[in-house]
């Protein structure tokens, strides 16, 4: 079975500022996806990043970035500078080659970026 | 702008009416998904089409009712819903598996919000 860890009901960051939220995940498929959503208050669930089991490099898309390691079965987002709007739920998720099409999901870490 | 399209964006209904939530991509995904999500929660997987046939039911009471028409829609049919109904119902769409790299994300409606009263 696949699972998704995230420890950090809530964090605040000062605006400006990189703040880490954790993700861990548990898996014996070989073969899987690790993405991070933002959700903003309004509800609407965007894609932020995506990291392949199999991707030599972390990941980066502008002030995002996935700080990945295999070993540990981690894959923390790191949001640098943060903005204001960057205030948001952020869900860390889970595709695996034998579940297809099926996504899992973490509990979810409230962000609060205080200006 | 996002690229699923749900509507409507909010739904208030008593308990012995009958409405449905539709949802519309046209990215070419041939995986379609409905969850239900409380707030501070994470979404609740409810249903999955792949390539327009029901693959996934996680047991989901039967006064909730799925339908895909065709590649593009997928509509939720409610009917004598609680209260502990009231949600945002989300609806997704993703590459369908074909069988290599889990590479592909899943993109999101804006959802509707669903009051039961």
């Known amino acids: 079975a696949q699972k998704i860890t995230q420890t950090q009901p809530g964090m605040f960051v000062q605006e400006k500022e990189a703040v880490t939220l954790d993700c861990t995940y548990d898996t014996s498929d070989p073969s899987y996806g690790l993405f991070w959503y933002k959700q903003p208050s309004s509800g609407e669930m965007i894609f932020l990043i995506y990291?392949?089991?199999?991707?030599?490099q972390n990941a980066t898309e502008g002030r995002y970035s996935l700080n990945f390691q295999k070993a540990r079965k981690s894959a923390n987002l790191v949001i640098s500078a943060s903005q204001l709007g960057d205030s948001a739920m952020y869900f860390c998720a889970m595709r695996a080659q034998n579940t297809g099409n099926q996504f899992y999901f973490g509990t979810g870490t409230s962000l609060t970026v205080i200006p | 702008d996002t690229e699923v399209t749900q509507t409507p964006k909010h739904l208030v209904m008593g308990m012995t009416n009958k409405k449905s939530l539709k949802c519309e991509q046209h990215m070419g995904h041939r995986a379609m998904y409905w969850y239900k999500q409380k707030a501070k929660k994470p979404p609740e997987l409810m249903f999955v089409y792949s390539y327009e046939k029901l693959s996934i039911n996680e047991s989901v009471p039967s006064r909730f009712s799925p339908e895909c028409p065709n590649s593009s829609l997928l509509n939720l049919h409610l009917h004598a819903l609680q209260p502990e109904d009231s949600a945002l119902y989300l609806c997704?769409?993703?590459?369908?598996?074909?069988?290599?790299?889990?590479?592909?994300?899943?993109?999101f409606g804006d959802g509707t919000r669903l009051s039961i009263l």
């Open positions: 990291q392949g089991s199999y991707d030599q």
């Open positions: 997704a769409s993703s590459q369908g598996w074909g069988g290599t790299l889990p590479n592909q994300p899943q993109h």
